[in-house]
């Protein structure tokens, strides 16, 4: 038949991609005819229906594992159409989310939120989980299915009181329903541990996860893809408190689990790697770190697309560390492709956003436009404020940022106000001795000697070169430098007492 309609010059392009399925195209003309064709509301809807069936299997087909970023766009357009039919043509209960299009729904929002498309995505899973709700109970395991997926959307959001609350929803649920050591029930805990982390918890998100590892390791065995997943979870909840070299070890071991058991571009294995480069750039490292996100970038957007929210993260971290190399222009570059791209996929507010305002603020200071970086910081502070708080790490990050900004202008006094706020407020979620707290001890060191504060300038820089020597060690290159620092004050000191 295909044949047929080919010779009748009815379609115009037939490819196979390897195993995959074969993909027809309509000649533009035949296309535009059916679209113009009178038909009834009752065979509108039933093509719609049918469309949207067709579509759900091809998502489920497995064939967009190996397809290109062009055919996801592609997909995504029949998608598009498939939600506009939806909207002009199904009605209750017939729409999609509910009866026999709750299952396409929950196909559709899987590939929507995985391509960043959150809003939609969150549509497809408010539909199947108030049709559940209402159908089946709450405590069904279809709505806290549903309610699991909505909770994954809101968290990709930046909404992390939303996710944390459908999370505790969904995980009381289950422990009622499943048992508390169900592999589904430790799905949500380690999802809820993934939470906790992102608003700075790191102590309730340790206990969380060490609970998931301990339920997967004795029912999956300790190199399974899944105890793998929260190995590395448990590693990145490490270095964000600062445990650098032990969130390296976790890694590497998740890295190599991984390696055995997917290919070289599968996601799992490109996010160990990313994260990997994070510790090691954290230990200064920077080189090594480089060639792991440049590997990992390269990969996702041949894979992905320059436009993909995993790209873009990638671009970001790659971006900071050309900064800390001292390649400004090249990380301004990346940084202003990175705030583009997050700005329209995610919007202005959202926090991988602002993280993006934040970075190219900080390129910006090292290059001398201190205006701008003003600019920049502040847009960053009023975000982070608003969706995070004014306490959250990321918070007091962008104050002692700002800070920085204000001592490059000689704004002395504001400066010190800025900083003594961050340094608060990390000391408390943070520590005394991490490496974010003693970052702004070193900066306030530098604020108070220029306001002719020596003796608490001498002992702040004392502090954050003891800090780094208990936390990174002699030899990490922030300790060599706050090293350098002090010798370089009392040199200057001594020279100042001999001169009197």
């Known amino acids: 038949m295909i044949t047929n309609l080919r010779e009748l010059f009815l379609i115009y392009d037939i490819s196979s991609e390897g195993s995959g399925p074969y993909q027809v195209s309509l000649h533009p003309l035949v296309s535009d005819w059916i679209k113009l064709r009178e038909k009834s509301v009752e ?33 995504l357009g029949h998608l598009d159409q498939c939600l506009e039919n939806d909207r002009n043509f199904l009605e209750d209960p017939n729409k999609l989310g509910a009866g026999s299009l709750k299952h396409p729904a929950d196909c559709f929002g899987q590939f929507l939120h995985r391509q960043g498309r959150y809003h939609a995505a969150e549509i497809m899973y ?89 339920g997967r390791k004795s029912q999956l065995g300790s190199n399974h893809v899944d105890t793998l997943r929260v190995v590395a979870s448990i590693a990145i909840n490490q270095r964000k408190q600062g445990h650098f070299a032990e969130a390296e070890v976790l890694l590497r071991r998740a890295m190599s689990g991984f390696e055995s058991q997917h290919k070289p571009d599968h996601p799992d294995l490109l996010w160990v790697i990313n994260d990997l480069a994070n510790a090691l750039q954290s230990q200064g490292r920077l080189g090594e770190a480089a060639k792991l996100y440049e590997h990992v970038l390269d990969v996702r957007e041949t894979r992905l697309g320059p436009h993909h929210p995993d790209t ?107 900083y003594r706020r961050a340094l608060n407020g990390l000391e408390q979620c943070l520590g005394h001795n991490h490496p974010d707290t003693l970052c702004t001890v070193e900066n306030l060191a530098q604020n108070q000697l220029l306001q002719g504060n020596s003796d608490e300038a001498r002992e702040l820089m004392v502090r954050t070169l003891q800090g780094r020597k208990d936390w990174l060690g002699d030899d990490h290159p922030e300790t060599v430098r706050a090293a350098g620092l002090l010798m370089e004050f009392d040199r200057k000191d001594s020279q100042v007492i001999r001169s009197e």
């Open 126 to 214: 408010s539909r199947s989980m108030d049709d559940s709700e209402r159908q089946l109970g709450v405590d069904h395991p279809d709505t806290l299915h549903a309610m699991h997926n909505l909770a994954n959307v809101y968290h990709s959001a930046g909404r992390y009181s939303e996710a944390k609350g459908l999370y505790s929803r969904v995980l009381g649920g289950r422990e009622k329903e499943l048992g508390y050591d169900h592999l589904d029930t430790l799905c949500t805990v380690e999802k809820l541990a993934n939470v906790y982390r992102s608003i700075g918890q790191f102590k309730k998100a340790e206990m969380l996860y060490s609970r998931t590892l301990a």
């Open 43 to 75: 065979e509108c809807r039933y093509y719609t229906t049918e469309v949207i069936k067709i579509l759900t299997s091809f998502l489920e087909s497995g064939y967009l594992d190996i397809s290109s970023p062009q055919t996801d766009q592609e997909v």
């Open 312 to 418: 873009l993260w990638t671009l970001d971290d790659l971006a900071k560390n050309y900064r800390l190399q001292g390649r400004y222009a090249e990380a301004e570059e990346m940084y202003v492709r990175a705030l583009a791209g997050n700005e329209i996929l995610l919007g202005q507010l959202h926090s991988e956003t602002l993280w993006t305002v934040d970075g190219l603020a900080t390129v910006v200071l090292c290059q001398g436009r201190f205006d701008e970086a003003e600019s920049l910081y502040m847009r960053a502070l009023e975000g982070r404020e608003s969706l995070l708080g004014p306490d959250h790490r990321n918070t007091l990050r962008t104050v002692a940022g700002l800070a920085n900004v204000y001592r490059s202008k000689a704004r002395y006094s504001a400066a010190e106000a800025m």
